[in-house]
């Protein structure tokens, strides 16, 4: 356990190669929480503009997952992790250790705008959507982000950055505008919390499970040259 979390401190540095990107990245989406037209159009339970908090948590697993590998791929990291004491499960298991990092920044980075936003516009933060509708936001905020993890990381273990970019671009893009719309014919308000959290915690292992085996299969085929 001690190789796989020194792996992901490894990687947790080289964000510093990408911070400009994730910075703009993530000041972008803020800015749209607060200023983007919510239009005519309402959804159950939320806002038009609320949909721009599922992009939070969702570019969070994205920029610690694809960035951080892809920067990582140009340096060699395969010859690297080859010249050291560690096992390629090992290697595997700090992906995901780095995705689920950047997932519970995300969930952070969540409330804080969510909680913002909403005393902005309604005096309130827990605002219109109540405390049960936030966190079933942040719930599929959540799923959505494990799902674009369990595929930009076997996607580019098996391809590469450069083959894989297209996998993870959709990995990204089709998560997030499925929670959008599911959200946008739900009342989230109104769901009952616990049946919701057991189907989401038990998809996202299922999710887990199965892209870490893909992930490790495809790694221990890979040709290190």
Request: hydrophobic content about 55%; proline content about 2%.
């Given at each position: 356990?001690?190789?796989?979390i020194?792996?992901?401190?490894m990687?947790?540095?080289?964000?510093?190669a990408?911070?400009?990107?994730a910075?703009?990245?993530?000041?972008?989406?803020?800015?749209a929480v607060?200023?983007?037209?919510?239009?005519?159009?309402?959804?159950?339970?939320?806002d038009?503009?609320?949909?721009?908090?599922?992009?939070?948590?969702n570019?969070m697993?994205?920029?610690?997952?694809y960035?951080?590998?892809?920067?990582?791929?140009?340096?060699?990291i395969?010859?690297?992790?080859?010249?050291?004491?560690?096992?390629?499960?090992?290697?595997?298991?700090s992906?995901?250790l780095?995705?689920?990092?950047?997932?519970?920044?995300?969930?952070?980075?969540?409330?804080?705008?969510?909680?913002?936003?909403?005393?902005v516009?309604?005096?309130s933060?827990?605002g219109?959507?109540?405390?049960?509708?936030?966190?079933?936001?942040?719930?599929?905020?959540?799923?959505?982000?494990?799902?674009?993890?369990?595929?930009?990381?076997?996607?580019?273990?098996?391809?590469g950055?450069?083959?894989?970019?297209?996998?993870?671009?959709?990995?990204?893009?089709?998560p997030?505008?499925a929670?959008a719309?599911?959200?946008?014919?739900t009342?989230l308000a109104s769901?009952?919390?616990?049946?919701f959290?057991?189907?989401l915690?038990i998809?996202?292992?299922?999710?887990?499970?199965?892209?870490?085996?893909?992930?490790?299969?495809?790694?221990?085929?890979?040709?290190?040259?």
């Open positions: 356990m001690r190789n796989v020194n792996l992901t401190k990687s947790l540095k080289n964000l510093n990408i911070k400009k990107f910075i703009i990245s993530i000041f972008a989406v803020v800015v607060f200023f983007v037209s919510e239009g005519t159009k309402k959804m159950n339970g939320a038009a503009n609320s949909i721009y908090l599922l992009m939070i948590i570019l697993a994205y920029i610690f997952t960035m951080v590998m892809a920067y990582e791929e140009m340096s060699n395969d010859i690297l992790i080859g010249y050291l004491p560690v096992e390629k499960k090992e290697y595997i298991k992906r995901y780095l995705g689920l990092s950047g997932v519970l920044l995300g969930v952070v980075l969540f409330f804080i705008v969510i909680f913002a936003r909403n005393m516009k309604t005096g933060i827990v219109n959507m109540g405390m049960n509708g936030i966190l079933e936001l942040a719930g599929m905020g959540i799923f959505c982000a494990i799902l674009t993890i369990s595929i930009i990381i076997p996607s580019h273990i098996g391809f950055g450069t083959k894989g970019r297209l996998i993870a671009i959709i990995g990204f893009m089709a997030m505008f929670g719309a599911i959200a946008n014919v009342n769901i009952s919390a616990v049946p959290s057991v189907a915690i998809g996202s292992l299922i999710l887990l499970l199965g892209s870490y085996t893909i992930a490790m299969a495809s790694y221990k085929r890979k040709r290190i040259v």
